[in-house]
T-cell receptor, first 112, second 117 residues
Framework: GESVGLHLPTLSVQEGDNSIINCAYSNSASDYFIWYKQESGKGPQFIIDIRSNMDKRQGQRVTVLLNKTVKHLSLQIAATQPGDSAVYFCAENKNTGNQFYFGTGTSLTVIP | GAVVSQHPSWVICKSGTSVKIECRSL??????MFWYRQFPKQSLMLMATSNEGSKATYEQGVEKDKFLINHASLTLSTLTVTSAHPEDSSFYIC?????????????FGSGTRLTVV
């Protein structure tokens, strides 16, 4: 399944399928991005990061793709599991300090 | 790994009163901490950057006299919501950076659910 964070804030996928969560960021000068997972009532948890000098980075079951031309990030989750159900946010560092600014977010629901 | 603790995890207060929320870095020192606010089904909005030993830097549109931030030590920042009103009810989350972990060292607390009645 695939979502566009700003227009489709919810995404439902079958367990075992791959998920793609998209994020449009705002500042072309941003040089560092992080994907976070937030479960209900908790703070965000780091998933994976990527610097602007890269266009792809892989972790365990997750891959982040960065397209600087269109200011777009995506998070791919392979073999989605029920424990992946959460809200996912991209956050950008605008290269003006240590602050991170969060995107809209996408709520992922995994159907067993 | 770096751990950030927030206290309380939830609080209910009467309109007009003030509430203090604590953010502690448990196993590292943090010269900089960040305060966010999150309304239901919305994203995290950065409110301010808390700097140890100096004044906080507030984001545009955030009232510094309403949201008082104190970062008196390298392991503690506090956010005080003054004269709270129902519209201040929200989920407040802090984060701190463990510089030993480089750019990945931003860790979030578990958040504080504030309800103003």
């Amino acid at each position: 399944g695939e979502s566009v964070g700003l227009h489709l804030p919810t995404l439902s996928v079958q367990e075992g399928d791959n998920s793609i969560i998209n994020c449009a960021y705002s500042n072309s000068a941003s040089d560092y991005f992080i994907w976070y997972k937030q479960e209900s009532g908790k703070g965000p948890q780091f998933i994976i990061d990527i610097r602007s000098n890269m266009d792809k980075r892989q972790g365990q079951r997750v891959t982040v793709l960065l397209n600087k031309t269109v200011k777009h990030l995506s998070l791919q989750i392979a073999a989605t599991q029920p424990g992946d159900s959460a809200v996912y946010f991209c956050a950008e560092n605008k290269n003006t300090g240590n602050q991170f600014y969060f995107g809209t977010g996408t709520s992922l629901t995994v159907i067993p | 790994g770096a751990v950030v603790s927030q206290h309380p995890s939830w609080v209910i207060c009467k309109s007009g009163t003030s509430v203090k929320i604590e953010c502690r870095s448990l196993d590292f020192q943090a010269t900089t901490m960040f305060w966010y606010r999150q309304f239901p089904k919305q994203s995290l909005m950065l409110m301010a950057t808390s700097n140890e030993g100096s004044k906080a830097t507030y984001e545009q549109g955030v009232e510094k006299d309403k949201f008082l931030i104190n970062h008196a030590s390298l392991t503690l920042s506090t956010l005080t919501v003054t004269s709270a009103h129902p519209e201040d009810s929200s989920f407040y989350i802090c984060s701190a950076r463990d510089i030993r972990q480089g750019a990945r060292g931003y860790t979030f607390g578990s958040g504080t659910r504030l309800t103003v009645v």
